[in-house]
């Protein structure tokens, strides 16, 4: 059974640009969940996506959105990218909300 | 919101010994998750454990719901076992991580 898959694995952007990464579950789930990994702040929960509807959201600026098709994959979207958005990018797919969380292995995104 | 713990952030043991991770949180959860993140950044699902006692090899982890803490056991460890251990609880429709324990096994 194939994991969650996560494009790309690496990239990097310069201020002002937006970016699109995206996620691909684990075939049956229908939760998708989205986090930041900074080495200051840990890891933050961005927003869960649970058949294409946005069921929670963290403590993020409006530049991070995301949505789910009906395939159950998902894209993030940044815009108007800072230098403070240099992270590790991890999602997550799930059957449903309580159930164990499987994580893809990350998009890295450092912006110049 | 809820708050989740870890100690010790940090332990460096020699290949062999034991140890044991602690996870506390403030308030009731639906469920917690033990995860090891490798130095590659990959995070790798260890238990998915909301209450009692699971073992995997020379891994076991306790939740204790009730006072609100779990513990995670390495027994025997390994240089492959370095990395940062988190754990992770559902908190209503929030998923909130620890700020992990960061384990070095020296050969």
């Known amino acids: 059974k194939a994991g969650v898959t996560q494009t790309p694995r690496y990239l990097i952007k310069t201020r002002g640009q937006q970016v699109t990464l995206s996620c691909s579950p684990i075939s049956g789930h229908r939760s998708v969940s989205w986090y930041q990994q900074t080495p200051g702040q840990g890891l933050q929960f961005l927003f869960e996506y649970f058949s294409e509807t946005q069921r929670n959201k963290g403590n993020f600026p409006g530049r991070f959105s995301g949505r789910q098709f009906s395939n159950s994959r998902s894209e993030m979207n940044v815009s108007t990218l800072e230098l403070g958005d240099s992270a590790l990018y991890l999602c997550?797919?799930?059957?449903?909300?309580?159930?164990?969380?499987?994580f893809g292995d990350g998009t890295r995104l450092s912006i110049l | 919101g809820i708050q989740v713990e870890q100690s010790p952030p940090d332990l460096i043991l020699q290949e062999g010994a034991n140890s044991t991770l602690r996870c506390n949180f403030s308030?009731?959860?639906?469920?917690l998750q033990w995860f090891h993140q490798n130095p590659w950044g990959q995070l790798i699902n260890l238990f998915y454990?909301?209450?009692g006692t699971k073992q995997n090899g020379r891994l076991s982890a306790t939740t204790v719901a009730t006072e609100r803490y779990s513990l995670l056991y390495i027994s025997s460890s390994q240089t492959t076992d370095s990395g940062v251990y988190f754990c992770a609880v559902r908190y209503g429709q929030n998923f909130v991580f620890g700020p992990g324990t960061r384990l070095s096994v020296l050969p």
């Open positions: 308030d009731s959860v639906n469920n």
């Open positions: 997550a797919s799930s059957k449903e909300g309580d159930q164990p969380q499987h």
């Open positions: 454990i909301p209450s």
